[in-house]
């Protein structure tokens, strides 16, 4: 299959949903009376003045940041054939406890991000561990202890946030961790877009941008250009092939969820770093859930998910807006609903797409190895061919042969 194509296909799951996802949602827009046309020029509509379209594109970035990372820790573990639904509680017990920790101890101001920085890392690692462990040596499904945990780690936040760290005074109506000192806090970037003759946006944009970005980078490289890498995605298309080959499969899964965790606990420090500077009971919650749907448009790319946290940002933004135009917000929530569904019946056609081009491809290319004493043919990876080019074999007979 050619370079083009192979992007083509790529690229034709996550279009696909988003224009299904735009069919639905102007069908239900039409039926509850309203006009498309009006709903959508509304939701695109940042602005008139400089200072008004500087100011959306902020808020789309500050939204995107936190997705961004979601969508990259839900990757991770996608692509070892892990689903971490657990990322909603691992960044919401690492958010709390390095609050407190950042509250509590007084640095010179790099020293001081760099602690909560590993501080919030360590506890989604160690919350995420908690399941590749059970999997391993219990063969508990990550699914089911995922969710379970995140019903934990909620609970456990609540009771140290109204508890032994609680920071806000009695009788406050928002109850919060201490403040974070200024040393703990990082810069905005609100200079640079002023660098670069922007107006001045009245809410800050995070400084936490960038961090995010190289996280991405390490992220793309740790997956595709390293050893590592090739044994994580090897495991996740047959364990049992991957353990022939040398690879120790059960560390892969227990190394996995570490970093799928260790990626969760940065989701909250955008917001606890760059605007908040304490966690409390109006902290932004769900976002490790809208991680899912982030990786699944994303494709586990990290390209592609920035592509899909940058959209899934725009919807949140459109909310207000629409609401101020006496459109139901919950138009934004039908839209996200319907990318999701779609995404994955678009990436099961472009699956099914891919497959019998590398069909086709392998009968133009001339006949494959001689059948069995039956005169059935070999038997293939039904993945189409996907392990094969992982330099993995397929089944067990592969790995005698």
Not at 36 to 42: E, I, L, M, Q, S
Not at 143 to 163: D, K, Q, R, Y
Not at 164 to 177: D, E, K, Q, V, Y
Not at 345 to 370: F, K, Q
């Amino acid at each position: 299959m050619s370079g083009l194509r192979r992007v083509a296909l790529s690229l034709f799951g996550p279009v696909l949903a988003v224009v299904v996802a735009l069919v639905i949602s102007a069908v239900v827009i039409a039926l509850i009376g309203e006009d498309p046309a009006r709903a959508f020029g509304v939701m695109t509509d940042l602005g008139d003045s400089p200072s008004q379209q500087v100011q959306s594109i902020v808020v789309i970035l500050n939204r995107a940041v936190p997705l961004f990372l979601a969508g990259l820790a839900v990757a991770v573990a996608f692509r070892m054939g892990l689903f971490n639904i657990g990322v909603e509680g691992q960044y919401r017990l690492a958010t709390i406890l390095a609050a407190a920790v950042g509250a509590a101890v007084a640095l010179p101001g790099p020293l001081h991000v760099l602690l909560i920085v590993v501080v919030a890392m360590a506890i989604g690692a160690l919350w995420a561990g908690i399941v590749g462990v059970l999997k391993v040596t219990r063969g508990v499904s990550e699914v089911i202890s995922s969710i379970m945990l995140n019903f934990i780690a909620l609970g456990l936040a609540s009771f140290l946030l109204t508890g032994p760290l609680r920071g806000s005074p009695p009788g406050a109506s928002i109850i919060t961790t201490s403040e974070i000192p200024e040393s703990g806090r990082v810069p905005s970037l609100n200079g640079v877009l002023t660098a670069l003759g922007l107006a001045e946006p009245r809410s800050a944009l995070h400084g936490f941008l960038p961090v995010a970005v190289v996280v991405g980078v390490v992220v793309a490289v740790l997956l595709q250009r390293t050893r590592f890498g090739f044994d994580l995605r090897a495991t996740g298309l047959s364990p049992s092939a991957a353990t022939a080959s040398g690879v120790d499969a059960r560390g892969m899964v227990v190394k996995t969820m570490l970093i799928s965790g260790a990626i969760a606990g940065l989701i909250g420090l955008p917001d606890l770093l760059g605007t908040q500077y304490d966690y409390g009971t109006e902290f932004t919650a769900g976002l490790g859930f809208l991680g899912i749907a982030v990786a699944l448009l994303g494709r586990s790319s990290p390209l592609g998910i920035a592509m899909a946290a940058l959209l899934f940002a725009f919807l949140d933004r459109a909310a207000l807006p629409l609401q101020f135009a006496d459109i139901p917000a919950s138009v934004v929530t039908i839209i996200q609903g319907t990318i999701v569904l779609a995404v994955v019946v678009a990436n099961e056609i472009a699956r099914r797409l891919a497959l019998r081009s590398a069909e086709r491809a392998g009968a133009t290319a001339g006949p494959g190895p001689d059948p069995g004493a039956d005169g059935a043919p070999p038997p293939t990876a039904p993945d189409g061919g996907q392990r094969a080019r992982a330099g993995v074999p397929g089944t067990s007979e592969d790995v005698r042969r």
